[in-house]
Nanobody
Framework: QVQLVESGGGLVQAGGSLRLSCAAS????????MAWFRQAPGKEREFVTV????????DYADSVKGRFTISRDNTKNTVYLQMNSLKPEDTAVYYC?????????????????????WGQGTQVTVSS
């Protein structure tokens, strides 16, 4: 079992920045692909970004490409999401997710069902 805890959310003005963290416990994340999803009120949970266990490959939703950066530190068992040039439409609860590379599929990286473990989420609110 892997437990994921997000932190770093808050209220920020449009154009500002936030850095989210996802701290994992229970197992090393070195063999897990890690991702961030978000869910705005009244909308479905949507893919934001993902990073392979090695940290070499990443993928981003078009809506955040060039503004958000995912990274990981396997020695600290933590994944990060640096969010710059934030927009009001980025307002959502942000969730960290993980799947074991020995059982998961990179082709499903943008789909919620591809992930076995989820955090409780952290609220990000961007004011205009």
């Amino acid at each position: 079992q892997v437990q994921l805890v997000e932190s770093g959310g808050g209220l920020v003005q449009a154009g500002g920045s936030l850095r989210l963290s996802c701290a994992a416990s229970g197992r090393s994340i070195s063999s897990y692909t890690m991702a961030w999803f978000r869910q705005a009120p009244g909308k479905e949970r949507e893919f934001v970004t993902v990073i392979r266990s090695s940290g070499i490959s990443t993928d981003y939703a078009d809506s955040v490409k060039g503004r958000f950066t995912i990274s990981r530190d396997n020695t600290k068992n933590t994944v990060y999401l640096q969010m710059n040039s934030l927009k009001p439409e980025d307002t959502a609860v942000y969730y960290c997710a993980a799947y074991d590379v020995r059982r998961g599929n990179w082709n499903s990286r943008r789909l919620t069902y591809g992930y076995d473990y989820w955090g409780q989420g952290t609220q990000v609110t961007v004011s205009s």
